[in-house]
């Protein structure tokens, strides 16, 4: 079965209004943003929607041309994505979309390298795939971006936009956003093209033990264990 897929960032449609909907996963933003509503995933969230049932995927975007800046603003974005993923708890083996939200150009109209063609944008996904690994590669662009992405083998997730694709859809791309919105715009809606996306959910928080009364043995004046027992009653609070 289908399941509906969407994504949003400042918006934050409640867990009701996703259930209402039946979505039964959302793409979630880590990045840059630093204020207290803004646009990144926090743990608490990641509890809420895992508990619902409903799992997240994971783009990573700030400014919208931050892949312009090449392998330099690519190590600043890594080490804030490995960070930022320890805080939420996502899981090590899931992937980011690295997010280029612009229209890339062709850095090199002459070449059919398609590494070239993508310029300094290349150098920020070739960092990227080198240093996080090939199971955490995924971006978030047009057409241009993904197949060239794709041909180089510097992805393995891909998340394409309608914008910036002139009608062209690459059938590598597990995850589409074609323009359509729900919850009365509050969100993206996206189509899945394959079962596997990225998505992730966090495992439940497991209670904690109940405290047990008990016994301590005070250490007697020689240092050996000859002092006398003391009993709680109050869970570890006091000891008489």
Known sequence: MTIIVADYGFTHPKIAQLLAAKVGAVGRYFGQDTSSDGKNLT????????????????????????????????????T?????????????????????????????????????????????????????????AGAYGGYWLISRLFDAGLITFGFQTVAWSGGQWDKR??????????????????????????????????PSPPQQDGYLVLPGQAGGFTGRAVVSTDGGKSWG
């Open 43 to 78: 743990r608490a969230e990641a509890q809420l929607l895992s508990a619902a049932g409903i799992s997240v995927f994971s783009i990573f975007e700030y400014g919208a041309q931050q892949a312009a800046g090449g392998a330099a603003q690519a190590a600043k974005d890594v």
């Open 80 to 136: 804030l994505a490995r960070q930022q993923r320890h805080d939420v708890g996502m899981p090590f083996d899931r992937p980011f979309y690295f997010a280029a939200d612009f229209d890339v150009p062709d850095y090199a109209p002459q070449s059919t390298d398609p590494l070239a063609k993508l310029g300094p944008v290349g150098e920020y996904y070739s960092y990227i795939h080198a240093h996080m690994g090939s199971v955490h």
């Open 173 to 206: 791309a597990c995850l589409r956003q074609g323009g359509a919105t729900i919850l009365g715009g509050e969100a993206d809606l996206d189509t899945p093209e394959r079962t596997d996306f990225g998505q992730w959910t966090l495992a439940p928080t497991p």
